[in-house]
């Protein structure tokens, strides 16, 4: 007999507006053409004026509870994945708690970039094991539009603002890997690697700052590093490839998508893509994926899911869950 984590329900949310990319042409040197070859992005959504990163998350909350049924009363805690707070503190997540009706339980922030949502569920994940919580509202939500240097062609087209979400539910399985819920964790950070993607602010700057990334050297190890952690993962569930029904990666690019997936011996087929309409959304890519899988009738009751990201820090990880 063995706690699961099991996911209850799954919902997301976009802004309104969507910025295709040829409204870049207009006031940079960069074209359709490249952003397309070199990344897979065609558009993205841009969060409005007013929204900040907790309506976001409060909107995808909201979809999920929805979905599996429940209401913010219902949970015992929130982590939301984030690295676009709207302040620097309280958390975001104490305002999605408020916004949502939950009075009780406990509610924080996890900062891990764009790995954020992975160390999340990795976090609920050990919260329902060992018993302190019952349900989870596992959120990555961003407004990585307040992070780009609009002069900067070599980041500001890569990005852009989302949110998604899971309700996760303690369910007892047979402690095998045929049972639902989360099976396997696999987390990694390497300090050295911090000038490698980072935002140039802070409480140390005093200004909010903009995004600085070396995206060659990013790629490099993000090939390298993503596959390795999914085979970890998987091998600690027991599992191998073969038994991967999805692949829900990161969506950074789709060229590290589809070499990750090569390496992993996974035919394209089996992996969600959503980065063409989204971008790369940071914390927010991966329930976000989740939740358009599900709405696609890609993704169904009982698929093994593989899911892997990696950004600043450097931080990397994957979780391996059956629906
Ligand atoms: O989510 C967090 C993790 N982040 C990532 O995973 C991102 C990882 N990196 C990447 O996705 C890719 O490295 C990029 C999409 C950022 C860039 O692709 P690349 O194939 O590595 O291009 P590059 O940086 O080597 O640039 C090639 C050329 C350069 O020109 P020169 O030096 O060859 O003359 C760039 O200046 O493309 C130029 N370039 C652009 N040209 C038109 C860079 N950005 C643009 C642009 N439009 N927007």
């Known amino acids: 007999m063995t706690i699961r984590a099991v996911v209850k329900g799954v919902g997301h949310y976009l ?46 909350a909201e979809k999920a509870l929805e979905s599996a049924g429940l209401t913010g009363a219902d949970m015992d805690a929130i982590i939301l994945a984030t690295s676009t707070a709207d302040f620097t503190f309280p958390s975001a997540a104490t305002m999605v708690q408020n916004a949502i009706g939950m009075t009780s339980g406990f509610a924080f922030d996890v900062q891990a970039v764009c790995a954020g949502f992975v160390y999340a569920l990795s976090n609920a994940n050990a919260l329902i094991v060992s018993g302190q919580a019952r349900r989870v509202l596992v959120i990555g939500a961003e407004t ?143 329930p976000l994926a989740l939740s358009i899988g599900v709405r696609r009738g890609q993704i169904g009751k009982g698929d093994l899911i593989v899911t892997e990201a990696i950004g600043g820090g450097l931080a990397w990880g994957s979780v391996v869950l059956r629906w």
């Open 15 to 60: 802004p309104e507006r969507v910025v295709p990319n040829c409204e870049f042409e207009k006031t940079l040197d960069t074209s359709d053409e490249w952003i397309r070859s070199r990344s897979g992005i065609e558009r993205r959504h841009f969060a409005a004026p007013d929204q900040t990163t907790s309506d976001l998350a409060t909107r995808a």
């Open 144 to 286: 990585f539009s307040r992070l780009m240097d609009w002069t900067d062609r070599s980041t500001c087209v890569l990005f852009g603002d989302g949110a998604g979400a899971v309700v996760l539910e303690a369910e007892i399985g047979g402690g095998t890997s045929t049972d639902r819920g989360i099976l396997s964790t696999d987390l990694h950070s390497d300090g050295r690697y911090r000038d490698l993607l980072y935002v140039d602010g802070g409480v140390s700057t005093g200004t909010t700052g903009v995004l600085r990334m070396h995206g060659k050297e990013v790629f490099r190890h993000a090939v390298e590093k993503l596959a390795e952690t999914a085979h970890a993962a998987l091998d600690k569930a027991g599992l191998t490839s073969d038994d991967v029904d999805w692949i829900v990666p990161h969506q950074a690019n789709l060229r590290i998508i589809t070499a990750t997936a090569q390496r992993m011996k996974v035919p394209m087929e089996r992996v969600v893509v959503t980065v063409q309409d989204h971008g790369n959304t940071s914390a927010a890519s991966i």
